[in-house]
């Protein structure tokens, strides 16, 4: 192993060992926010339905998920001081709600039975309405809003300055809009025969990287002091550049992980339609009668294993996983060097999270 590959691999390992611990430390709170939530939450005081959609918000919320927009929120504070500011805590919180409220509208969009190793809520009001689909659809919906206005709420309540929670508010209003701008576009994409990759970049900004990588640093370091304006256009590069690599790598695990691994069965973009970097990338290599096949195969939610295994064959031969493979590594590698270039500005231990981060994402197994 090169000294170059070492130093990476040591970077990234640190990396993962310093998410493990922001995610058991917020579990434990994100509980303790659920449990309090029905003694301030104003509701209708003879509704069942209300009690119970917020039973399934704490259980997708509290059911897994890295908690990476908390390390990252966490470790932009760590950027300027070793101290904890007020309204950080609460941030975190604002953070995964929201992530809460795009997984549940992801779920009725993509029609998903399971989220997170359990039923998505979407599939969990169809089973208690089944004979009524259209009252399910639409707690579901409202589900899923009910989470962004929390995830607003517990903004407005942080023990933070004015000045800071107007702050805060302003980048979750606008991280919140443009990633519905970003599930639109992210549709759109799918009436591509063959989306450019640019378009695939587009979609990945608007619908993940801006709510998920870009507003939990904007966050951080408001809640630390720092003025936005002077640090954006850097921020943005190392969002755009992690972005992209941690897509690129969800996409190829989609077709290539290893379902006991991943927990789930490979080939679920194909099933959907999606055109996604991996979809994308064997439909441009294949031959006619292979795209023939592939085309055939997005959308069908019942293609069956046998199929996803010759496409995924397919891509093999026509070398796309070393291909994505490569992309990942070459974005990562890239996030990582504009981090290493923020040294001079920041404290030395979070600028090497934020190196190690994306190297630590293109290795991940799930």
């Known amino acids: 192993m090169s000294t170059t590959n070492?130093?990476?691999?040591?970077?990234?390992?640190?990396?993962?060992?310093?998410?493990?611990?922001?995610?058991?430390?917020?579990?434990?709170?994100?509980?303790a926010y659920f449990d309090s939530l029905s003694e301030h939450l104003d509701t209708p005081p003879l509704s069942r339905f209300t009690p119970r959609c917020l039973d399934l918000l704490r259980d997708?919320?509290?059911?897994?998920?890295?908690?990476?927009?908390?390390?990252?929120?966490?470790?932009?504070?760590?950027?300027v001081t070793d101290e904890e500011p007020p309204g950080l805590e609460e941030a975190a919180l604002s953070i995964e709600l929201l992530q809460t409220h795009g997984l549940v509208h992801d779920d009725i969009i993509d029609d998903a039975p399971v989220r997170r190793g359990g039923p998505s809520?979407?599939?969990?009001?169809?089973r208690e309405f089944p004979g009524d689909p259209r009252t399910a659809l639409g707690l579901a919906v409202l589900a899923g809003d009910l989470a962004a206005f929390l995830s607003m709420q517990v903004l407005l309540e942080a023990a933070a300055p004015a000045?800071?929670?107007?702050?805060?508010?302003?980048?979750?209003?606008?991280?919140?809009?443009?990633?519905?701008?970003?599930?639109?576009?992210?549709?759109?994409?799918?009436?591509?025969?063959?989306?450019?990759?640019?378009?695939?970049?587009?979609?990945?900004?608007?619908?993940?990287?801006?709510?998920s990588i870009l507003a939990p640093l904007r966050l951080g370091l408001l809640a630390a002091g720092e003025h936005l304006a002077d640090h954006d256009e850097r921020l943005r590069r190392y969002a755009t550049l992690a972005g992209i690599s941690g897509q690129m790598r969800d996409d190829y695990l989609d077709l290539f992980g290893d379902e006991r691994t991943t927990g789930k069965s490979p080939g679920s973009d194909i099933r959907s339609g999606r055109r996604s970097y991996a979809v994308r990338a064997v439909l441009a290599a294949a031959t006619t009668a292979e795209r023939t096949l592939l085309e055939s195969a997005?959308?069908?939610?019942?293609?069956?294993?046998?199929?996803?295994?010759?496409?995924r064959g397919i891509a093999r031969d026509r070398g796309v996983d070393d291909e994505l493979r490569a992309a990942v590594r070459h974005y990562a590698e890239d996030a990582a060097a504009e981090a290493s270039s923020w040294r001079p500005h920041w404290r030395t231990e979070a600028v090497s999270f934020f190196e190690g981060l994306p190297l630590w994402n293109a290795q991940r197994t799930q």
């Not at 990476?8 to 995610?23: I, K, N, P």
């Not at 997708?60 to 950027?79: D, I, Q």
């Not at 997005?298 to 496409?311: E, K």
């Open 163 to 211: 000045a800071v929670k107007q702050g805060m508010l302003e980048v979750q209003l606008r991280a919140g809009a443009e990633t519905v701008a970003g599930q639109i576009t992210d549709l759109e994409r799918d009436f591509e025969p063959l989306p450019s990759e640019d378009l695939l970049h587009t979609v990945c900004e608007y619908k993940s990287t801006r709510y």
């Open 298 to 311: 997005l959308g069908d939610p019942g293609c069956t294993a046998a199929t996803i295994d010759r496409i």
């Open 121 to 126: 809520t979407y599939y969990a009001y169809r």
């Open 60 to 79: 997708l919320s509290l059911r897994g998920g890295k908690r990476l927009r908390v390390a990252l929120l966490y470790e932009a504070a760590h950027l």
């Open 6 to 31: 070492h130093a990476q691999r040591t970077t990234a390992a640190a990396a993962r060992e310093r998410l493990a611990g922001y995610r058991h430390r917020f579990d434990a709170r994100f509980e």
